[in-house]
C-alpha cells in the first residue's frame, strides 16, 4: 500500500497548451480520492502523469515517498482501468486478467488462483473463456475491474470507469466499486465529471478547474462551505442558486430591494458588491420570507424542484412532495435559515471569510 | 415495398450474373477441353466443346515430362519455381510491411513523416518503371539466376505497409496504454497485440501478394535464364512457338489449367479470412 504525493505538478502540451499548473496533492494510504471538474479541465492528464503514460513538465510524483518521475508506467505497480475498458479484444477473460501477471513471470498456478479469487469477487466465474466482444457493458467494466485487482497493486487509477453504462448500473457499480476498494484498502485516484458519483464515492474530494485546484476536502465539508463560487455551483444537485446582491453593512444584503440577514462577523462595507448562494434545498415556505414566481415544478418523485424568478434573478428550490402544492404561474414567500446562505466576493468569486474580512 | 418486388426483378440480375460468370468460365473451359484432346485434332482445328479422352496423358506428360517448345523443363518444377517466388514474395512483404507501419505508427523517431512519405511515393514506382536501374544492380550483385534476384525487387513496395499502417490506426490508443500498464514492452506488444488483431489484414495481403508473384511475367523474363529457374508463366510462353504449327497446343493448355489451380486453392482456402480482413473494422 502506498500514499500518492504530488508536488508543484505541472503539464505543458507539445502544442504550449497548459493543461495542468502547479498541483500539489497528498492522498494518504488507502484513501479513495475523487478528482472532479468539468471535461477539459485536465483530470485525465494529471490521472495519466500518475500512471507514467504522460511526462512530467515539472514537479514530481511520489509513491511512498519515493519519486517515480522516470519509472515506466509497469515499474510503478499501478493498475488502471480505463474508460472504454481497453480489454484485448482477442483474449479470453481468463486471459485478458492473467496477461499482466504472465509479463512480471508470476507462475501460472499462482494466477490461476489470483485469477479465480477476483473472478469470484466479480462475479465473472462464467465468463472466463468468453471473449469481450460476447461480454455486456456491465461485465466487460468487470472485467477490466478485475484486470486492476489481480495485480495486487500499490495503487489504482480510474479514469471515468462508469460513464460508458447506463444509469442503474453506473449506480450500482459505484456501490461496488467503492466496497471492493475498502476490502482491499487500496490507495485508488478516481476521475469523473458526474458530482453524485464524486460525492458519493470519495474519502477525499478535488475540484478542478482549468488545470488547478478549486477544493480539497471531505465531500460533505465541500457541500457545507464551498470557497468560491465555481465549487458552490459543481458539487450539489440540482445547483446551487447565485444570486447577486449589494451588501448594506452590519451583516445585511439587499437583493432585488429585499433586505437578508447575513453573518454579521463578516463585516462588509456598505456598497461591496457580492454573490449570495443558496442551496435548492435550503429554501422553504415561510410566512416571513421574499416573494417568488412560480415558472415550473418538476417531479422527481419524493422531491420537487420548483424553477421561479425573484426579480430579475432565476432561482430553483427543492422541497417535498405535496409540501408546497405550487403550480406555475403562482407566487410564493419564501426564505432560507442565515447559517446556510454562502456570501461570495461578487468579482473574485472566492467565499467571504471571517477571518480576513476586510 | 422490397416484398413485392415485380418478378422481373429477381430475374433480371440473375441474368447479368450469370452472363459475366459465362464470360469468365469459358475461356477457362475451353482450356480444360484443350488440355484433354489429341494433337491431331488441336492442329486440324476441330477442337470442339467436347472434351477427348487425352486428358490423364497429357497432364502426366507435362508435369513429369515437359512440353515441347523452346523448353524442355518439366512444369512440376515450373510449378515449384512459381510457388517458391509466390510464397517469398509474399510472406517476405507481409514482414516488411508490417514491421515498417509498425514503426511508422507507433514510434516517435526523427523523420518519421519523411520516412512514411518515402515509402508511400514508392508506390509510383512499381518495377516496370524502375526495370533498368533495378536489373543492373541486381546483375552487379551476382543475383541473376538466383532465387533471392527473383523476389527481393519485387517485395519492396509501399502497398503493405499502407494496409497495415491503417488497420494499425483503428486500434485504440488505451489498448497500448494498457499493455505498458501489464508490463508489455513494444516487443511484446507486437506479438501479443498486434499480430492477433492484424490476423486478418496479413490473410487479406497474402492473398493479393501470393497471385500478385504467381502472375509475375516481365520481371522473371529478365532475370533468369536457366531453365531450372523457370517460372510457369514464363514456361507457357516458352511453349507457344510464334506461328508455326509446331506449338503442341495441347500441351500448352493442360499447362495453363496447372498455372490456375495454385491461386485459385489460395483464394478458396482463404476466402473467408481474405473477406473478412477487407471489410471488417470490429475491434
Ligand atoms: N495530447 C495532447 N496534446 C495537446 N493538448 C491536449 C492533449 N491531451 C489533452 N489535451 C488538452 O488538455 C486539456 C485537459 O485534457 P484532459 O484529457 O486531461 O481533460 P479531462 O479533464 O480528462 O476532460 P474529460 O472530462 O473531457 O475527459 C484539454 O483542454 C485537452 O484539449
Ligand atoms: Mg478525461
Redesign the pocket.
Known amino acids: 500500500m502506498a500514499d500518492i504525493r504530488l508536488d508543484h505538478v505541472g503539464?505543458t502540451?507539445?502544442?504550449g497548451?497548459e493543461?495542468?499548473r502547479d498541483l500539489s496533492l497528498t492522498v494518504p494510504d488507502g484513501c479513495f480520492c475523487v478528482?472532479v471538474?468539468?471535461?477539459?479541465?485536465?483530470?485525465?492528464?494529471?490521472?495519466?502523469m500518475v500512471a507514467g503514460l504522460?511526462t512530467i513538465t515539472t514537479g514530481t510524483v511520489s509513491l511512498n515517498a519515493q519519486v517515480v518521475n522516470h519509472l515506466e508506467p509497469a515499474q510503478r505497480d499501478i493498475a488502471m482501468v480505463f474508460?472504454n475498458y481497453a480489454l484485448y479484444p482477442h483474449m479470453r477473460v481468463y486471459d485478458n486478467m492473467a496477461y499482466g501477471l504472465r509479463n512480471r513471470g508470476v507462475p501460472e498456478a499462482e494466477i490461476a488462483s489470483r485469477v479465480a479469487h477476483a473472478a469470484q469477487i466479480l462475479d465473472l466465474e462464467d465468463l472466463l473463456t468468453r471473449k469481450p466482444r460476447a461480454l455486456s457493458g456491465g461485465q466487460r467494466q468487470r472485467v477490466a475491474m478485475g484486470r486492476a485487482i489481480v495485480r495486487k497493486p500499490q495503487v489504482f487509477l480510474f479514469?471515468?470507469p462508469l460513464s460508458n453504462l447506463d444509469a442503474k448500473l453506473r449506480v450500482h457499480m459505484r456501490v461496488e466499486i467503492r466496497k471492493l476498494q475498502k476490502a482491499l484498502g487500496v490507495t485508488s485516484l478516481y476521475?469523473?465529471?458526474d458530482q453524485t458519483e464524486a460525492m458519493t464515492m470519495a474519502d477525499l474530494l478535488v475540484v478542478?478547474n482549468k488545470?488547478v485546484i478549486e477544493q480539497i476536502g471531505a465531500p460533505m465539508e465541500i457541500y457545507r462551505t464551498p470557497m468560491s463560487v465555481f465549487v458552490a455551483t459543481f458539487i450539489g444537485s440540482p445547483p446551487m442558486n447565485i444570486l447577486e446582491a449589494t451588501s448594506l453593512g452590519d451583516g445585511v444584503v439587499s437583493i432585488e430591494g429585499h433586505r437578508l440577514l447575513i453573518d454579521q462577523a463578516l463585516s462588509l462595507p456598505a456598497g461591496h458588491k457580492v454573490k449570495i448562494g443558496i442551496r435548492p434545498e435550503h429554501l422553504s415556505v415561510q410566512a416571513d420570507g421574499f416573494t417568488i414566481h412560480v415558472e415550473l415544478v418538476e417531479s422527481l418523485g419524493a422531491h420537487q424542484i420548483i424553477h421561479a424568478t425573484w426579480g430579475q434573478q432565476k432561482l430553483a428550490m427543492q422541497v417535498e412532495t405535496d409540501r408546497v402544492p405550487a403550480q406555475s404561474g403562482q407566487a410564493l414567500v419564501v426564505g432560507c435559515a442565515p447559517q446556510h446562505l454562502h456570501v461570495f466576493d461578487a468579482q473574485t468569486g472566492q467565499r467571504l471569510l471571517r477571518d480576513n474580512a476586510s | 415495398m422490397v416484398e413485392h418486388r415485380h418478378w422481373s426483378m429477381h430475374v433480371l440480375p440473375h441474368l447479368i450474373l450469370g452472363l459475366g460468370v459465362l464470360l469468365v468460365v469459358f475461356p477457362v473451359y475451353l482450356a480444360f477441353v484443350g488440355a484433354t484432346l489429341d494433337p491431331a485434332t488441336i492442329a486440324n482445328g476441330q477442337m470442339g466443346v467436347v472434351p477427348g479422352n487425352r486428358f490423364i496423358e497429357n497432364m502426366s506428360r507435362v508435369l513429369l515430362a515437359g512440353a515441347g517448345g523452346s523448353t524442355r523443363e518439366p512444369v512440376l518444377h515450373m510449378l515449384w519455381n512459381s510457388f517458391v517466388m509466390a510464397m517469398v514474395i509474399a510472406i517476405g512483404k507481409i514482414v516488411i510491411s508490417i514491421l515498417s507501419a509498425y514503426a511508422v505508427v507507433y514510434f516517435r523517431f526523427p523523420l518519421r513523416k519523411t520516412a512514411f512519405w518515402v515509402i508511400f511515393m514508392t508506390l509510383m514506382l512499381p518495377v516496370e518503371v524502375r526495370i533498368y536501374p533495378t536489373y543492373k544492380i541486381v546483375a552487379d550483385l551476382g543475383m541473376l539466376d538466383t532465387v533471392a534476384g527473383l523476389c527481393i525487387p519485387l517485395i519492396a513496395s509501399a502497398t503493405g505497409t499502407l494496409l497495415f499502417r491503417q488497420f494499425f490506426m483503428t486500434i485504440p490508443d488505451e489498448l497500448i496504454e494498457a499493455s505498458q500498464m501489464d508490463g508489455a514492452g513494444p516487443v511484446r506488444f507486437f506479438i501479443d497485440t498486434v499480430l492477433p488483431l492484424s490476423l486478418t489484414s496479413i490473410a487479406a495481403l497474402f492473398v493479393i501478394q501470393f497471385i500478385y508473384g504467381w502472375n509475375q511475367y516481365l520481371w522473371p523474363l529478365l532475370i533468369t535464364s536457366k531453365d531450372s529457374m523457370q517460372t510457369i508463366v514464363i514456361g507457357i510462353k516458352k511453349m507457344i512457338v510464334t506461328q508455326d504449327a509446331l506449338t503442341e497446343w495441347q500441351l500448352a493448355m493442360a499447362t495453363a489449367v496447372l498455372a490456375m489451380l495454385p491461386p485459385v486453392l489460395v483464394v478458396v482456402v482463404m476466402q473467408k479470412l481474405f473477406v473478412r480482413g477487407l471489410v471488417e473494422t470490429e475491434k
Open positions: 503539464k502540451y507539445a502544442g497548451f493543461a495542468v478528482l471538474g468539468p471535461s477539459g479541465c485536465g483530470k485525465s492528464t494529471l490521472l495519466r504522460e474508460q479514469d471515468e476521475v469523473t465529471h478542478m488545470g
